[in-house]
C-alpha cells in the first residue's frame, strides 16, 4: 500500500496549483521539467512546493485537493507558510 500525497505549488505568476500524487519528488520535476507536467504549470514554470500533506488513499487525497482548491489565495499563502 502506497501513500498519497496532496500538494500546493507556487507558480512564478504567484498563482497556486493543487494535486495529488504517489512521490512528490517526481511528480515537482516533472512541474518543472518534464513533459508530464500539468498544462497550467507548463506556462508557469518555475514551480515550488509550498505545502504537502500524507493521505492514506487516493480517495482520501483527491477529496482533500478539492477542499484544498477551494480555500482563498490568502488562507492557502497562510497554509504554505506553516511549513
Known amino acids: 500500500m502506497s501513500n498519497w500525497f496532496v ?3 507556487e507558480c512564478s505568476d504567484g498563482t497556486f496549483y493543487t494535486g495529488i500524487t504517489t ?3 517526481r511528480r515537482v520535476e516533472e512541474h518543472n521539467n518534464g513533459p508530464k507536467g500539468a ?3 507548463k506556462a508557469r514554470r518555475p514551480v515550488h512546493l509550498v505545502y504537502q500533506e500524507t493521505c492514506a488513499t487516493r480517495s482520501q487525497a483527491g477529496q482533500r485537493e478539492y477542499a ?3 480555500l482563498s489565495r490568502t488562507e492557502k499563502i497562510k ?3 506553516k511549513t
Open 39 to 41: 498544462k497550467y504549470t
Open 68 to 70: 484544498l482548491r477551494k
Open 7 to 9: 500538494y500546493l505549488l
Open 79 to 81: 497554509l504554505g507558510k
Open 23 to 25: 512521490d512528490i519528488d
